[in-house]
């Protein structure tokens, strides 16, 4: 289902994400929701939610990228 505001997406994206990719992966997920509710727009067996969740990632990985060494996802521009 989609979420209303930052402080319900689930944990594991919460705890990690710095606020501009969270703002990123509300937005993006919340359209992709929309976008496949009809399961022919989706492959296989594939959950509208799930769907959202791997485009969610996609557009945070486009603008964000996780620091191995501190294992924190920052801005692309601020990344080593």
């Known amino acids: 289902m989609p979420y209303e505001n930052i402080d319900e997406l689930p944990p594991a994206v919460r705890n990690n994400l710095p606020p501009h990719a969270l703002e990123i ?10 976008e496949y509710q009809d399961p022919i727009r989706r492959r296989g067996n594939t959950t ?3 769907v959202a969740r791997k485009v969610a990632w996609a557009a945070v990985k486009k603008e964000s990228a996780k620091d191995l060494e501190t294992g924190r996802w920052e801005p ?3 990344h080593k």
């Open 25 to 34: 992966y509300l937005a993006v997920y919340n359209n992709a929701w929309t």
């Open 76 to 78: 692309l521009f601020y």
């Open 48 to 50: 509208a939610e799930m």
